[in-house]
């Protein structure tokens, strides 16, 4: 499954690439055919923002309310779910955007 370029409207860009190409205001990635960066949309990056908040909020709670080892545990699931899942999320549900900075050249 591809995913189409925004600049020339091929399906040229795999999922894995989607995922890593990062919020709006990030270099992106290439497109194999046309040479021009994208990157995902903004709700991305909330998406991102909002996980964020909640594993540092559980984290927290975590460190002060709850007095065992396992809490270590829950607070590295926390973190790897943090970085994991947003990743996922970017390669299947949102959108490629042209990206908006340019000091990639």
Same mark, same amino acid.
């Given at each position: 499954m591809k995913h189409t370029c925004p600049h020339c409207g091929e399906k040229t860009i795999s999922p894995f690439k989607k @995922?890593?190409? *990062?919020? &709006?205001? !990030? +270099? *992106?990635? %290439?497109?194999?055919?046309?040479g021009k960066r994208s990157t995902n949309e903004l709700k991305s990056a909330v998406f991102h @923002?909002? =996980? !964020?908040?909640?594993?540092? %909020?559980?984290i927290i709670y975590q460190y002060v309310a709850v007095e065992s080892i396992e809490s270590n545990y829950y607070s590295i699931? @926390?973190? =790897?779910?943090?970085? %994991?899942? &947003? +990743?996922?999320?970017? @390669?299947f549900f949102f959108k490629l955007v042209p990206a908006i900075r340019l000091d990639y050249r």
């Open positions: @995922a890593m190409a *990062g919020n &709006p205001q !990030s +270099r *992106g990635i %290439v497109c194999p055919n046309c @923002a909002i =996980l !964020s908040a909640i594993a540092l %909020v559980f699931l @926390a973190i =790897l779910i943090a970085l %994991v899942v &947003p +990743r996922i999320v970017d @390669a």
